[in-house]
């Protein structure tokens, strides 16, 4: 392991989509299942993939209006969302935890987090009924001291309402946390709340390179995240 950083963080908050767990599988496989139920072409998962990150509502938006060749502004003003949304909230309930799968070192770094007696939250923009079926079905709920969902509060990402929630609740200042993402999105949020963001290059930063919201560093997996754990802190946890 390499040297433990001098001032550890006494909370880690990690993205969900694109982060901990590949959820882009039975996310395309949802749209396309309400596509084909509207009897409209469906979209390749590489398309879907740019589109995760803001919520199912927002990724039905651009689906939609990509099947159907509107402007994205008209399908707002149609008011096709409010009919479309419970019918794509069925398919995505069925699909949920089916093709999705942990990302390498996921498991093993929330074990070491909870081992050093560290904070841990789950801040993402996927609704809490879905969030919570895809932490139960990898196993890693109990590893998480707060989720924060796309529905919890009043605002999202990038919103850093989320974020500072968390401080919040654990009494902390900005520099003693760290946010754990994926995209741009999260990025912007953890800048608002003044928190230092550590970005995976693997995730859906909307088909851009992550290198281009210039997070203050960029990891290969969420492992890293254990530097900033004094290494006399971390015990063996099962």
């Given at each position: 392991?390499?040297?433990?950083?001098?001032?550890?963080?006494?909370?880690?908050?990690?993205?969900?989509?694109?982060?901990?767990?590949?959820?882009?599988?039975?996310?395309?496989?949802?749209?396309?299942?309400?596509?084909?139920?509207?009897?409209?072409?469906?979209?390749?998962?590489?398309?879907?993939?740019?589109?995760?990150?803001?919520?199912?509502?927002?990724?039905?938006?651009?689906?939609?209006?990509?099947?159907?060749?509107?402007?994205?502004?008209?399908?707002?003003?149609?008011?096709?969302?409010?009919?479309?949304?419970?019918?794509?909230?069925?398919?995505?309930?069925?699909?949920?935890?089916?093709?999705?799968?942990?990302?390498?070192?996921?498991?093993?770094?929330?074990?070491?987090?909870?081992?050093?007696?560290?904070?841990?939250?789950?801040?993402?923009?996927?609704?809490?009924r879905f969030t919570t079926t895809v932490l139960m079905v990898h196993g890693i709920r109990h590893f998480f001291d707060m989720v924060v969902a796309g529905d919890t509060l009043e605002a999202k990402k990038p919103d850093p309402l989320p974020v500072r929630y968390c401080l919040d609740?654990?009494?902390?200042?900005?520099?003693?946390?760290?946010?754990?993402?994926?995209?741009?999105?999260?990025?912007?949020?953890?800048?608002?709340?003044?928190?230092?963001?550590?970005?995976?290059?693997?995730?859906?930063?909307?088909?851009?390179?992550?290198?281009?919201?210039?997070?203050?560093?960029?990891?290969?997996?969420?492992?890293?995240?254990?530097?900033?754990?004094?290494?006399?802190?971390?015990?063996?946890?099962?």
């Open positions: 392991m390499t040297q433990a950083l001098s001032i550890p963080f006494d909370l880690v908050m990690f993205d969900l989509d694109g982060t901990l767990v590949e959820t882009a599988p039975e996310i395309a496989d949802a749209v396309n299942d309400l596509l084909r139920d509207q009897q409209l072409p469906e979209v390749c998962e590489h398309l879907i993939r740019a589109w995760i990150g803001q919520g199912t509502r927002a990724l039905m938006l651009h689906a939609y209006a990509h099947a159907t060749g509107l402007e994205e502004e008209t399908v707002r003003r149609t008011g096709t969302l409010d009919i479309l949304m419970p019918r794509f909230a069925a398919f995505y309930a069925e699909r949920t935890g089916k093709r999705s799968r942990l990302y390498p070192d996921v498991l093993s770094t929330l074990k070491a987090l909870r081992a050093a007696q560290v904070r841990i939250a789950l801040v993402t923009n996927k609704e809490q609740a654990f009494k902390l200042q900005p520099d003693r946390a760290l946010f754990v993402g994926d995209s741009e999105t999260d990025v912007a949020t953890a800048r608002a709340a003044g928190v230092p963001i550590w970005a995976v290059p693997y995730g859906y930063n909307h088909g851009k390179p992550i290198a281009l919201a210039s997070p203050d560093r960029i990891i290969p997996t969420v492992a890293a995240v254990v530097e900033a754990v004094p290494t006399q802190s971390l015990h063996p946890v099962d």
